[in-house]
């Protein structure tokens, strides 16, 4: 007995010094490559492959001290993958309860009412916390790296601000942005007015989208919506510009001429009856509802009274009086 109390003291004496210098360690400053630095921890990755991308990204930390010490605290199996950002003086107490706690550092990107997937494109390509995986690729391979079955993405993409783990993909924002459109659409759908002249929700996203551009004042939304729904029942042109501006694409300078207007495109619907063929840009919420729940009046047109509000009329004599009064001058 004495003889293991005299082996069992010398190692406990050890263990007891080895924790200690492991729990000192722990509370010391670790060194960084910069500050603040991000780094991300791959989802699936075990605590070695974790630590590895750690001091990948520039960490200074001593693999077999932090595992040590997770393995104390049972979090070797509990780290949480996501983006990380870490300052000068954290320790690697603080590093390993951030990554236990899943405290990720979160990216934002703001998608805009009435923009085109085009302009989207753009914003996302210049946004430093994504990762581009979409860069080079048509918008035909995008659709199908979604898995999408539609023939564009335009309308499609809800707008937003998104929050997301930096260095997500580019396809992860496109891929929400267009489940929160679906889901929006479909319930839209489910509660829209009777007897409206749409065969599918496709149909009525195009006819929101056309609101979007038509107007950004909030009151107007409804009765424009009310306006294009009045003239596609009655076979009338809708005569829309922001449709024939869209049409000409690169084309357009931005001055729309009377020519412009005359020149058919698969968008001109001042030379085609009914809506164009995809959605010309991507509506908000109020858009949606407006284009599936019109107003109850006989409006068939409506000119800009040059405040950023309409001036709506049921005839076409009203109509001129109103262009006349507001758009040239009249009295």
């Known amino acids: 007995m004495r003889l293991l109390v005299k082996i069992s003291l010398p190692i406990i004496l050890l263990l007891t010094t080895a924790l200690g210098g492991l729990f000192w360690w722990a509370n010391q400053p670790l060194q960084l490559s910069n500050s603040p630095l991000d780094f991300r921890v791959a989802a699936g990755s ?21 595992a040590m010490l997770a393995r104390l605290n049972r979090a070797d199996t509990a780290i949480k993958a996501g983006s990380y950002a870490v300052k000068t003086g954290v320790t690697p107490r603080q590093l390993l309860n951030k990554l236990l706690k899943g405290k990720v550092t979160q990216g934002e990107l703001t998608l805009v009412e009435g923009w085109t997937f ?11 916390d994504l990762s581009h995986e979409t860069r080079g690729l048509s918008e035909a ?27 997500s993909s580019d ?24 007897g409206l002249p749409y065969k599918s929700p ?3 996203l195009i006819m929101a989208s056309i609101v979007e551009k038509e107007t950004g004042r909030e009151a107007d939304r ?27 694409g690169d084309r357009f300078d931005g001055n729309l001429r009377k020519r412009d207007l005359l020149t058919d495109t698969p968008y001109n619907t001042y030379t085609r009856r009914g ?11 109020s858009s949606l509802r407006a284009a599936l729940n019109p107003a109850q009046s006989d ?16 005839t076409l004599d009203e109509h001129n009086n109103a262009v006349n009064k507001f758009q040239r001058g009249g009295k």
């Open 275 to 285: 809506l164009p063929p995809t959605p010309i840009a991507m509506p908000g919420q």
């Open 222 to 248: 409804i009765l424009v919506a009310t306006v294009f729904v009045n003239r596609l029942r009655a076979g009338m042109l809708l005569q829309t510009d922001p449709t024939v501006i869209y049409g000409l």
């Open 171 to 194: 396809l992860d924002l496109l891929a929400r942005a267009h489940r929160a459109m679906s889901r929006k659409l479909d319930a839209e759908w489910v509660q829209r007015a009777a």
């Open 46 to 66: 075990s605590l070695r492959s974790a630590i590895a991308q750690m001091r990948e990204a520039g960490i200074a930390v001593e693999p077999s001290l932090l």
């Open 141 to 167: 391979q995008i659709i199908a790296q979604l898995g999408l079955d539609i023939g564009s993405l335009e309308g499609w993409l809800f707008p937003d601000t998104y929050l997301f783990d930096k260095h």
């Open 202 to 204: 496709q149909e009525a």
């Open 118 to 128: 085009r302009q989207w494109r753009a914003r996302m390509d210049n946004h430093p």
């Open 299 to 314: 409006v068939l047109y409506f000119v800009a009274r040059g405040d950023g509000s309409s001036q709506f009329s049921q």
